[in-house]
């Protein structure tokens, strides 16, 4: 059937955008939610997978495709109906300490544990906990 679009779509140089639903089950990978089987998603030239918290009022598009590199971002849903985007998703997730775990190193290169404890002033076990979370 996918292919029926796509045939039509190309004879008449149009954009067709299909809108299918998700399987109830969760999935590793964003494009497994899809319903069907993976022809599906193979048989499009472009796949793009919104997910999100309705209490949080924030979204993830998963975009992969023929021209498109594989990348997500991150939304927030605001008013009047509207949605912003926020930038980079695996970005716009990272805790406070993880961003600052990234200035430090970018400033001062490759460190242990202990370095950064001293460089950031710092409990060196609390550094290690830390550290071990963003693992």
């Not at 809108?19 to 969760?26: G, L, Q, S």
């Not at 849903?77 to 926020?86: I, K």
């Not at 600052?100 to 242990?112: D, R, S, Y």
Request: a negative charge.
């Amino acid at each position: 059937m996918l292919l029926l679009f796509t045939a039509v779509a190309e004879r008449n140089t149009l954009a067709l955008v299909l809108v299918h639903h998700f399987r109830k089950a969760d999935g590793a990978d964003p494009y497994d939610a899809v319903s069907g089987s993976s022809g599906l998603t193979a048989a499009a030239d472009a796949t793009l997978v919104l997910t999100g918290e309705r209490q949080q009022m924030s979204a993830s598009l998963a975009l992969t495709g023929r021209t498109i590199r594989e990348h997500e971002l991150a939304l927030a849903f605001s008013d009047p109906g509207t949605w912003s985007l926020l930038g980079d998703g695996a970005q716009v997730r990272r805790s406070d300490c993880e961003r600052e775990a990234l200035t430090v190193l970018q400033v001062h290169g490759p460190m242990t544990p202990s370095e950064y404890a001293h460089v950031t002033g710092r409990k060196h076990t609390s550094v290690k906990v830390e550290l071990n979370r963003m693992d």
